[in-house]
């Protein structure tokens, strides 16, 4: 059996490839606009293409062009996106609007315009708006190569540009105001995002529609975010997880043939964003649980140690069975009692502690920003000749 075979045939292979790279555009452009806080904007960005596309259609009628020319609607949703997010910036520059209130402007102007074109361009006797509110909500089926393999190569320049201007676009999304002060052109770098954001939406309006796209933008970036801290690895988890999305819902929609794709496509992202939550070994819920539990634990045997080596009682029983199963303890004549190792573990525990205070006490600026910097081995964080100071020091 061949790989297109065992995608389900030649149609289905084309609409999984082209997802799968609307996918791994979508992820990589939409990392920096989620570390900018422009979401919204994305939003709005996508509802605002809906009046170009009804528009594009009329002016292909009224100069006797396929008025469903997929070209011709494209571009017309290019254009009416470019002026959205042209009137969201002039709405927060010039006015004391903040940029929220000229998102939410914007998008339900645009959108609400879009309708009432669609409506008259239903009561037309030209077919009805067949063919145009497909991009409402997206048509992958129909995907044909041609198509995928544009998608794909828009897809390459997006990742591309974002490649070639990764210094540029770093800066701006941590330090907007740095950069202007250092020089750097930080309204055309702003451009150059929203343009890659605008071709990404343009792109993905047949695939997912324009209400979802902005779900596929946002989406694999913020489940990257659980990840990693490092911007580098983020895009390329964010890319990875987009191009999972694409695939992975094309080919569900296409083995289950009344699963739309699109909505499919933002189900199977959502679903990496909740693995993502709970599982990443950076942020997720049950690494971050098991490492606040193992810092507990760490506090407790520590204490219970030092408490019972000073006379100062045995600790609870819960955390005595645990201290017994780990060799720290032992059941003597009198209860509890450490055992060899256990006076050993005991023993550094207190010299780790203290030399840390001393340490908090004397060089408190240059204290370390590890979580829990009072309980690592304080000779595996700072230098020797430090740790030999406060030793000697008392």
Sequence with gaps: MTLVEALGGWNSAVVLAGATALGVAA?????????????????????????????????????????????????????????????????????????????????????????????????????????????????????????????????????????????????????????????????????????????????????????????????????????????????????AIGGLAGGIGAHLSARFADLPAGAVIVLVAAALFVLSFLFAPARGVVARSVRHLALRLRVAEGTGLADLAAGRGAPPPLLGRWLSLRGLLRRGAAGWEPTDRGRTVAAAARRNRLLWDRFLERHAALVPATADWGLAPIDRVLPPDLVRELEANP
Excluded at 34 to 60: E, N, Q
Excluded at 82 to 91: D, N, P, S
Excluded at 131 to 156: C, D, S, V, W, Y
Aim: avoid cysteine; hydrophobic fraction near 60%.
């Design 27 to 239: 992820g990589t452009v939409g990392t920096f606009m989620l570390l900018r806080k422009r979401s919204l904007v994305s939003d709005a960005l996508s509802h605002a293409t809906l009046p170009g596309i009804a528009i594009a259609f009329l002016v292909g009628l009224a100069l006797g062009v396929e008025g469903r020319s997929l070209p011709l609607l494209l571009a017309g949703a290019a254009a009416s996106g470019i002026v959205g997010v042209l009137a969201i910036q002039a709405i927060s520059r010039h006015t004391r609007l903040p940029e929220d209130a000229a998102i939410g402007a914007v998008l339900s102007v645009f959108f609400g315009l879009g309708v009432v074109l669609l409506s008259y361009i239903q009561s037309l006797p030209t077919g009805g708006q067949a063919g145009i509110k497909t991009f409402i909500l997206g048509q992958t089926a129909a995907m044909r190569a041609p198509e995928a393999a544009a998608l794909g190569l828009l897809a390459l320049v997006a990742v591309a540009a974002v490649l070639l201007f990764f210094k540029e676009l770093r800066l701006l999304a941590f330090d907007q105001g740095f950069a202007r002060v250092q020089g750097w052109p930080a309204g055309r770098i702003d451009l150059l995002l929203m343009a890659l954001v605008t071709l990404v939406t343009v792109v993905g309006l047949q695939t997912v529609g324009l209400i979802l796209i902005i779900a596929l933008l946002i989406t694999p970036a913020a489940a990257a975010r659980f990840w990693t801290d490092r911007l580098g690895v983020m895009t390329a988890i964010s890319a």
